[in-house]
Structure formats: C-alpha cells, structure tokens
C-alpha cells in the first residue's frame, strides 16, 4: 500500500498563487509516475501534471507556463507551484501514484485538496 499526504491549497485571488505539496510513503515501486489531478464541481477528474521516477515532466495545455511540478525522489514528495491563478483553476487537487510494473499498474490516491480562485 502507499499513502499520499498532501498539504498547501487554500483561498486565492485571481492572479494570485499557491503550492501544494504531496508526500508518500509505503510500497513505492522503481517505475512510478507521481501526478496532479483536479476536479472541478460538476466535472470529470482531470490531468494536471505528472512526473516519472526517470524526471519527465509533463503538464495539461491549461495549466502549461503558470504551473510547476518537481518532485524529490529521495524525500518521496512532488510538489506543484501554481502562479497567475484564474478562477477555472479552482477545484479539488489530488495527489496520484501510479506503480507500474512488468504486468500491471496500481494507483493510489491522496485525500485532495481545495484550491479557491476569486475573481
């Protein structure tokens, strides 16, 4: 099993910013893939940004020159910088692991958290 603790979100002006951070802990494997999604009230789960455990780094065209992922693989944290934030952006964050494996892939899911843009 893994667990995903994450921390950071809150309240934030339009043009404003904010950092989440996500560390894990447990049976983390090799090959894995640590990602940011969000969902939005009313809307499906989406793909913020994901980075592989050999340090590629990919992010949705929404967020793509406002947001910053990184991730430590030594401390077992990803963190996701948010800057010029804008009202769509507001939704619940989570933190995702993905193990892969030669046969198989597991995912394992943080608890989420808020993140409010004010217009």
């Known amino acids: 099993q893994v667990q995903l603790v994450e921390s950071g979100g809150g309240l934030v002006q339009s043009g404003g910013s904010l950092s989440l951070s996500c560390a894990a802990s447990?049976?983390?494997?090799?090959?894995?893939?640590m990602a940011w999604y969000r969902q939005a009230p009313g809307k499906e789960r989406e793909l913020v940004a994901n980075?592989?455990?050999?340090?590629?780094?990919t992010y949705a065209d929404s967020v793509k020159g406002r947001f910053t992922m990184s991730r430590d693989n030594a401390k077992k944290t990803v963190h996701l910088q948010m800057n010029s934030l804008k009202p769509e952006d507001t939704a619940v964050y989570y933190c995702?692991?993905?193990?892969?494996?030669?046969?198989?892939?597991?995912?394992?899911w943080g608890q989420g958290t808020q993140v409010t843009v004010s217009s």
């Open positions: 995702n692991l993905r193990n892969i494996w030669n046969w198989g892939q597991t995912d394992f």
């Open positions: 980075a592989t455990s050999n340090g590629i780094t």
């Open positions: 447990g049976a983390i494997y090799r090959t894995n893939v």
